[in-house]
């Protein structure tokens, strides 16, 4: 199994930009997908985006496309999520999570085999 570890969260102000790092580790799957989800309080599971290691093209949920980017490093195994003009409403958990193979819709958890353990992203207005 994957295991995955995110870090980069922290408290910016509206309009200021982040990039999350998922690091992966563990086994490694030749038809897997990455994929980025948040949830914020009180608010159900977000998909945001995800990368498909048959293609490598990003796939992007609506309300984040044009504002976030993914990337990857292959070499050290990192999924990055750069965030820019961030809103309060960006504020929430963030995740990213594993499949051994790709499923189809991006946005069902159930979907994902791997999860890690977040990182906490506050924008301020």
């Known amino acids: 199994q994957v295991q995955l570890r995110e870090s980069g969260g922290g408290s910016v102000q509206a309009g200021d930009s982040l990039r999350l790092s998922c690091g992966t580790s563990?086994?490694?799957?030749?038809?897997?997908?990455l994929a980025w989800f948040r949830q914020a309080p009180g608010k159900e599971q977000e998909w945001l985006a995800a990368?498909?290691?048959?293609?490598?093209?990003?796939y992007y949920a609506d309300s984040v496309k044009g504002r976030f980017a993914l990337s990857r490093d292959s070499a050290k195994r990192t999924l990055y999520l750069q965030m820019n003009n961030l809103k309060p409403e960006d504020t929430a958990f963030y995740y990213c999570a594993a499949s051994e193979y790709y499923r189809g819709a991006f946005d069902l958890t159930h979907h994902w085999d791997s999860w890690g353990q977040g990182t906490q992203v506050t924008v301020s207005s």
């Open positions: 563990g086994d490694t799957y030749t038809g897997y997908a």
């Open positions: 990368v498909r290691s048959s293609d490598g093209a990003p």
